[in-house]
């Protein structure tokens, strides 16, 4: 082992991948003293954080067979003496497995998607390691007697220096819903917008993220054709130094998902003492609220209206979300925490 262990986090890039800010988040608070971390992505490499330096930015150009990216990939780590590869890669190939078996390189990889097959497994079987961020994804993905031995369930954390609550007042005269995703079929914003429909007027839902222009489209018209337009905003891409600030205005977050793994924005709502009310989408979010710590799952459009209207109605179980929201947060979801479970992964790996 050497000195400080040179870890390699790849990832498709940094323009439209989904795990860019959790990984951000692991690579900035990594002890330095212990690893010397570099990402390499896939493609767009001028869009790479200004806050990485140069000398720990990578990409390589990936053309032709399968064998030929192997090999690349494989010269490369062997190049830069790389001795874990963490993939952050959402796509189920394994061309960074073999590359890792070829040249003597510890391969792990996230699980983060509800997505499996052959191809699933047999990427897990390659690697020496999974970590998985949803609890039920144990049961699902990871029971044989090939995988089980290797995982390691690690939740999502958020900085709670930059994830904190503010102090505000409780109007339910004007009640503002938020949510924060991109604009489309899974994240089933017309859910939100169909059940607004039977909630008081003075109900308002605040839309931030990037869209889909055909869903988008499909928003726009529905809000017009029920007359919804005073009571939803569509207030666009928001950078992640943003979000704690546009949280902070929500009395409360809600999630619609058809699918996710562990949502974060339900983790940064809480320790924004903000509440929740989710989908049940793939499990992770029942786990993040744990019961009723912080929010609330609902099960169906009539379950969410009633959800909703208690929280709006009834103060004292806003606030006691609230509180309780943030207690669960900094005992379980922690930035800290996630980092040091990492961190003790990575230097197990090279015992």
């Known amino acids: 082992m050497s000195k400080k262990i040179k870890i390699l986090f790849t990832i498709p890039n940094f323009k439209t991948a989904g795990s860019q800010f959790v990984l951000l988040a692991i690579y900035n608070k990594l002890d330095r003293n212990l690893f010397s971390p570099s990402i390499l992505v896939e493609k767009f490499p001028d869009d790479f954080p200004i806050k990485i330096p140069k000398t720990e930015q990578h990409y390589i150009l990936q053309k032709g067979k399968t064998i030929s990216k192997i090999n690349n990939l494989a010269k490369f780590l062997i190049k830069e003496q790389i001795e874990i590869l963490h993939s952050w890669d959402y796509k189920s190939t394994s061309i960074e497995a073999f590359a890792c078996k070829r040249a003597g390189v510890k391969y792990i990889y996230t699980k983060k998607n509800n997505a499996w097959s052959k191809r699933w497994f047999a990427k897990s079987f390659l690697s020496k390691h999974i970590i998985y961020n949803n609890p039920d994804m144990l049961d699902r993905f990871f029971s ?3 995988l089980k031995s290797k995982v390691t369930f690690i939740p ?22 938020g949510c924060i995703g991109v604009l489309g079929e899974n994240k089933n914003q017309l859910f939100i917008l169909k059940a607004l429909v039977n909630l008081p007027k003075n109900i308002s839902v605040e ?3 990037k869209a889909d222009e055909v869903y988008l489209n499909k928003m726009k018209l529905y809000i017009n054709s029920n007359n919804l337009q005073s009571r939803v905003s569509f207030n666009g891409f928001i950078d992640n130094k943003e979000i704690p600030t546009v949280m902070q205005r929500f009395d409360m977050l809600v999630l619609a998902s058809k699918n996710e793994g562990l949502p974060l924005c339900l983790i940064e709502a809480m320790a924004c003492g903000v509440p929740v009310l989710s989908s049940d ?8 609220v744990g019961d009723g710590e912080g929010g609330f799952v609902f ?27 943030i207690k669960r947060v900094k005992q379980l979801f922690s930035l800290e925490k996630e980092v040091s479970s990492y961190e003790k992964i990575y230097k197990n790996l090279l015992i």
């Open 156 to 177: 999502h954390g958020v900085d709670t220096m930059m994830f904190k609550p503010k102090e505000k007042k409780i109007n339910p005269a004007n009640f503002i819903m």
């Open 144 to 146: 044989s007697y090939w």
């Open 207 to 209: 839309f931030y993220g």
């Open 299 to 325: 099960k169906n459009e009539e379950d969410y209206i009633k959800k909703v209207l208690q929280l709006q109605n009834e103060p004292t179980v806003l606030i006691n979300l609230s509180k309780k929201g």
């Open 281 to 288: 989408s793939g499990g992770g979010a029942r786990y993040i």
